[in-house]
């Protein structure tokens, strides 16, 4: 675990490391006159690495596989509502004309919104772009047949939401049958 201790002088980037393991002066925190506002990496540091100081080797593996858990840097270009919403009608096969909503919010906001299993991976600050698409189609999901050997009806479902990762522009959850934004 990194310590760094900023001094209260407004306008100044300090950092003081009290001798741990990984505490560098790529590291800066900019104060202003109200207390700290910022830690960042100073240009040309190296990425800070996706892992947490809790994280096992295998949950570290997975954040450094998974797009959506790596962290966000200042010079990311996040994703446009128009790409979101194309990237979503794309995700699902509905033409560009399929009626969508969408809206930016944070992870956590999707998992309240939606009652999505909270992926721990994803920062719950993290900002993604959910959207609904309005389109009818029969999702991929397998289904047993019925006892008896038929096999079931096929589902078609009338809207599809999908959460894009705004940093990434990684897919990572598709939900067939769910209005995000239907109150």
Known sequence: MERSVARRLAGIVA????????????????????????????????APSPCLPTDSPEMCRQRQEFPPGRPQSSSDVLLTRAQAQTLA????GAPNTARAQSAEM???EFVTRTHAARDV??????PIWVVTV?????????????????P???????????????VSHFVFDIAPGLNAFQR
């Open 106 to 108: 944070p992870y956590a």
């Open 89 to 92: 009608r794309q995700t699902i």
């Open 15 to 46: 950092v003081s490391c009290v001798g741990l393991a990984g505490c560098s002066a790529s590291k800066t925190t900019r104060v202003s006159s109200d207390g700290v506002v910022a830690a960042q990496s100073a240009p040309g540091a190296p």
């Open 121 to 126: 991976l994803i920062d719950v600050n993290r």
């Open 134 to 150: 309005h389109y009818q189609f029969e999702p991929a999901i397998p289904r047993p047949p019925i006892p008896g050997g038929n």
């Open 152 to 166: 079931q009806t096929p589902v078609i479902v009338q809207e599809t939401t999908i959460a894009i990762d705004a």
